[in-house]
């Protein structure tokens, strides 16, 4: 009967793992160099097992807009490549292209919760069997949620480049003398990603100069310095009800511990105190 309770407690809180929000996402990215007034993207969204609901908002979007329609496309120089160079391409643009994402994650995280269900149902059929595997399984779950989901979530953001994945209008290529710093920080309600880029954007150079900006960086005074961008931003993850009710399943484990440890002690001592069910046999 034990089991039968501890397996309809464990799929209701998978059911409430996988349909619960698994993560609430802030993210801000503020331009702090280069542009007037600091204007920023941010970025609030839910992540659970089929989709995340995104709210968009931007801070002084004047002087973004401006910078954007201010930028000339960065042409992309001209190289001739040999048949390998080119074969090795196209299998690094292969293996781009096969980058783990956020839908990944999701599907694992679905392998993992079916594993656990699936158990719980052998355990009916096998009194005997121990906790040690659904416990391995509640583990794999965990990792998922610290782990796995977040890297499939930074994987499909794009924290990366110039611009951290708030902005597809500038690519790495397009600035010289960039400089990437990232940050990392995880405690007990989530985890908290940060990028600062710095760097000399050529979309704002003259494309006569590119290769004298590409050279010698412009210092402050001189022309073209005032090309310089200055990028930061943060990417907040924290932890939602998904995890939470992941939790309580090993809280089921406990007490099903518990109820055969009584019961084992109870037959026990039912057993002794009980003469009649032991039977001597004698010898005429």
Request: aromatic fraction near 12%.
């Amino acid at each position: 009967m034990a089991r039968l309770l501890a397996l309809f407690g464990v799929i209701v809180l998978v059911s409430l793992s996988g349909t619960s929000d698994w993560f609430a996402i802030n993210a801000e990215g503020k331009y702090v160099e280069g542009l007037p007034r600091e204007p920023a993207i941010i970025i609030n969204y839910t992540v659970n097992s089929t989709e995340e609901e995104v709210d968009l908002e931007f801070k002084n979007y004047t002087p973004l807009r401006t910078y954007w329609r201010n930028r000339e496309p960065v042409p992309v120089p001209m190289i001739n490549y040999t048949a390998e160079e080119l074969e090795l391409l196209a299998a690094e643009e292969e293996i781009d292209g096969e980058s783990f994402s956020l839908q990944d994650s999701r599907e694992i995280m679905g392998y993992i919760f079916g594993a656990m269900i699936i158990v719980h149902i052998f355990s009916l059929l096998i009194p005997n069997m121990r906790l040690y595997l659904p416990i391995f399984i509640w583990f794999l779950g965990i990792i998922g949620f610290v782990i796995i989901v977040p890297f499939g979530i930074i994987s499909s953001f794009g924290f990366d480049g110039p611009t951290g994945g708030f902005s597809d209008e500038t690519e790495e290529t397009d600035f010289a003398h960039m400089s990437v710093e990232t940050g990392f920080d995880l405690e007990l309600t989530g985890m908290t990603f940060t990028i600062e880029t710095l760097g000399f954007d050529l979309g704002l150079v003259p494309l006569d100069e590119h290769e004298s900006v590409k050279q010698t960086p412009p210092q402050e005074g001189e022309e073209n310095f005032d090309s310089l961008i200055g990028f930061n931003a943060f990417l907040e993850l924290e932890f939602s009800d998904g995890l939470k009710y992941w939790s309580y399943i090993l809280v089921i484990f406990i007490l099903l511990k518990i109820i055969n440890i009584i019961y084992s002690e109870k037959s026990i001592e039912g057993n002794k105190n009980n003469p009649n069910s032991i039977i001597i046999k004698k010898n005429n």
